[in-house]
């Protein structure tokens, strides 16, 4: 099974509102990934977790909070967005030590 | 940082028609993946090829891991190979997972 599903597949909220994203992976990987992408760019990588560990933040806004509960599930917390949040949220796995990555279908969210 | 460049940028291709796509990377790489994502944003994985040739079906792609550049062919193309194909590395040096090139945007019309 090489697949990784995301939940919801959109997702529109208030700048006051508190929601999450989930993804879940049943391949026995270790490494999780949250990435950001805007329209017409490539995907920007945001956070990286290791064995259930946050290893990479990349300067991501406090507004976004990770969690990765079990070694199969990683959530991304929204609470206080802007509008230029707004973008496909994709959450990928690995082996751990960067080997092949694999992605989910992405949540596209629409922050008004 | 390590720099990906992809070539062309945007490609519009008859139905049938074959074409090349380039990537080449500025730094030695542990690992190089190509992914078409579909315009529903979905990212396929199509290769993981950090040096040598691969093919799978009407696609096909060579990385020269000494000279800096892989390419993904693509033959007989259909519809269904439009959207945008992204090549992604990992350098060697460094803390970086992956890092994506800008993509070439691919048409191919009936």
């Known amino acids: 099974d090489t697949e990784v599903t995301q939940t919801p597949k959109h997702l529109v909220m208030g700048m006051t509102n508190k929601k999450s994203l989930k993804c879940e992976q049943h391949m026995g990987h270790r490494a999780m990934y949250w990435y950001k992408q805007k329209a017409k760019k490539p995907p920007e990588l945001m956070f990286v977790y290791s064995y259930e560990k946050l290893s990479i933040n990349e300067s991501v806004p406090s507004r976004f909070s990770p969690e990765c509960p079990n070694s199969s599930l990683l959530n991304l917390h929204l609470h206080a967005l802007q509008p230029e949040d707004s973008a496909l949220y994709l959450c990928?796995?690995?082996?751990?030590?960067?080997?092949?990555?694999?992605f989910g279908p992405g949540t596209r969210l629409t922050v008004l | 940082g390590i720099q990906v460049e992809q070539s062309p940028p945007d490609l519009i291709l008859q139905e049938g028609a074959n074409s090349t796509l380039r990537c080449n990377f500025s730094?030695?790489?542990?690992?190089l993946q190509w992914f078409h994502q579909n315009p529903w944003g979905q990212l396929i994985n199509l290769f993981y090829?950090?040096?040598g040739t691969k093919q799978n079906g009407r696609l096909s792609a060579t990385t020269v891991a000494t000279e800096r550049y892989s390419l993904l062919y693509i033959s007989s193309s259909q519809t269904t190979d439009s959207g945008v194909y992204f090549c992604?590395?990992?350098?060697?040096?460094?803390?970086?997972?992956?890092?994506f090139g800008k993509g070439t945007r691919l048409s191919v019309i009936a």
């Open positions: 990928a796995s690995s082996q751990v030590g960067y080997n092949e990555q694999f």
């Open positions: 730094d030695s790489v542990n690992n």
């Open positions: 090829i950090p040096s």
């Open positions: 992604a590395v990992v350098p060697n040096s460094g803390n970086t997972p992956l890092v």
